[in-house]
């Protein structure tokens, strides 16, 4: 197989990459890089999700991000697979989130959901 073949056959399903999965250190806000690789995409939506939570009953108007950011359909969103449009409105909903979640960024509720936008 020539190398361009090996390129093309490895982009052709990203999320079926091996190294993606075990990963020995991962970006985290939360917790220290090792520990991070050890948490799983259940476990960061939930904690996501509890921080969304949290916010609510801070501010209400972050309702509008629970279905694009943090619903069942979110969590299992991959985006190396989607088009370039889906990738787009995903972009534009976490560049309206942080922005609306700027004023709260010191408090815990909001590290939370950024750990699972992170992940």
């Not at 995903?90 to 750990?115: T, V």
Request: charged letters at 25%.
């Amino acid at each position: 197989m020539t190398s361009l073949a090996q390129q093309l056959q490895r982009l052709a399903l990203p999320q079926s990459d091996r190294s993606l999965l075990s990963r020995d250190e991962v970006a985290s806000l939360l917790f220290d890089p090792k520990e991070a690789a050890t948490v799983d995409r259940d476990t960061a939506f939930a904690i996501g999700c509890t921080g969304l939570e949290e916010l609510l009953g801070i501010d209400p108007s972050f309702e509008q991000f629970e279905a694009p950011l943090f619903s069942q359909l979110a969590k299992t969103l991959e985006r190396s697979v989607q088009t370039k449009a889906v990738n787009k409105q995903l972009d534009e909903n976490i560049s309206l989130f942080l922005i609306h979640l700027s004023p709260y960024f010191l408090l815990k509720p909001a590290q939370k959901c950024l750990e699972w936008l992170i992940h």
